[in-house]
């Protein structure tokens, strides 16, 4: 395990504080199960010419420089844009669970409900005639 100490009390290690500069402030413990066949651990230029990794999030070759109404979205979209071991997602509590100790997520927490709890409570048709104003 690494050096306890961090940078910001979230758990992130601070590499001035471990006196490694290997270390990344947005890297996790992965078990070694999650470390096989992930990708580069250095820094890459994604596809856009932008670098992913390095956490220079001003880049001049990015979409987000270059917004403007005709920009699609869908440009910032995909894994060529998450970093495969130094993303801040890692840093939720239900990442660290999966990928440090094994600790699946809770199914369900996100689902849909297949009950309608506002039911009864929405406007009717008969209401809403009745609460019109007259001529």
Known sequence: ??????????????????????LDPFEIEFLPQFRENRGPEAPFVNEH??????????????PLEQWSADTD???????????????????SAENRDLFEKGIAPQSGIFMHPD????????????TDEANRPGP
């Open 1 to 22: 395990m690494r050096d306890s100490k961090t940078s910001s009390g979230r758990g992130a290690p601070d590499p001035a504080a471990t006196g490694d500069p290997s």
């Open 73 to 91: 979205p869908a440009a910032m979209a995909g894994d060529q844009w998450v970093h495969p071991f130094k993303d801040i997602g890692f840093q």
């Open 115 to 126: 009950q309608n709890t506002a039911y009864g409570a929405e406007p009717t048709e008969a």
């Open 49 to 62: 010419g932008v670098v992913i990794g390095d956490h220079d999030y001003k880049s001049p070759q990015s």
